[in-house]
């Protein structure tokens, strides 16, 4: 017996950047269509049929953005049936990371289109694309205390005092800072 599933995939890329103005940030894109018309939402494309996905990933940031990215990691599935109102539809989640003067050459012109957001401020988005980006989130912290991810947040060179504002906007907390500089 053949199965009878209607199911789509696409990918979501939650690129985050760090300034020291505003911390951590997302690139949203404002939906042009339904569902969720108007509403901002990550940026992601459907997966051609022989393409991977991260590729998928990849091509969606680049053909929207032109923004370079530092690095890109699959993050998790999501897969709630009732996540899409237009039916069935998994999504694969990636996050990834930018260089805050690639995130200041972003074209100025699609301001209507996308926008930079504070994690801890962002609008209300379009289907899960919340939980999607509080599970980078999440990600992005723990990874921060067994990998150097937080070097490809900043430019090349940089003041001490730049990685200790990362680590404080990024952990909510403030650090010991001679254990921190230890480290």
């Known amino acids: 017996m053949l199965n009878d599933q209607q199911i ?10 760090f300034d020291k103005e505003t911390g951590l940030s997302v ?25 991977l996905l991260e590729r998928a990933a990849r091509r969606a940031w680049a053909t929207s953005t ?5 690095y890109l990691e699959q993050l998790f599935t999501f897969g709630k049936p009732d996540r899409d109102p237009r039916g069935r539809v998994i999504c694969v989640g990636y996050f990834a990371l930018i ?8 074209d100025e012109k699609n301001k209507d289109k996308f926008s930079w957001f504070p994690v ?8 899960d694309h919340l939980r999607i980006i509080s599970t980078a989130v999440a990600r992005l ?3 921060l205390h067994y ?4 070097f490809l947040l900043l430019p090349k060179k940089f003041p ?3 990685i200790e504002n990362l680590f404080t906007s990024i952990n909510e907390r403030e650090i010991d800072r001679r254990n921190f500089r230890k480290q």
């Not at 789509?8 to 690129?15: E, M």
């Not at 801890?120 to 289907?127: E, G, R």
């Open 147 to 150: 990998e150097p991810l937080a």
């Open 66 to 70: 032109g923004i370079k990215l530092n």
């Open 27 to 51: 690139l949203l894109k404002k939906r042009p269509e339904l569902p969720f018309k108007h509403r901002w939402n990550l940026i992601g494309a459907w997966p051609k049929s022989s393409e």
């Open 120 to 127: 801890d401020s962002l609008p209300d988005l379009a289907f």
């Open 8 to 17: 789509k995939v696409t990918v979501s890329i939650v690129g985050f950047s």
């Open 160 to 162: 001490f005092s730049a």
């Open 99 to 106: 260089d805050p003067k690639n995130k200041s050459k972003f």
């Open 141 to 143: 912290k723990s990874k």
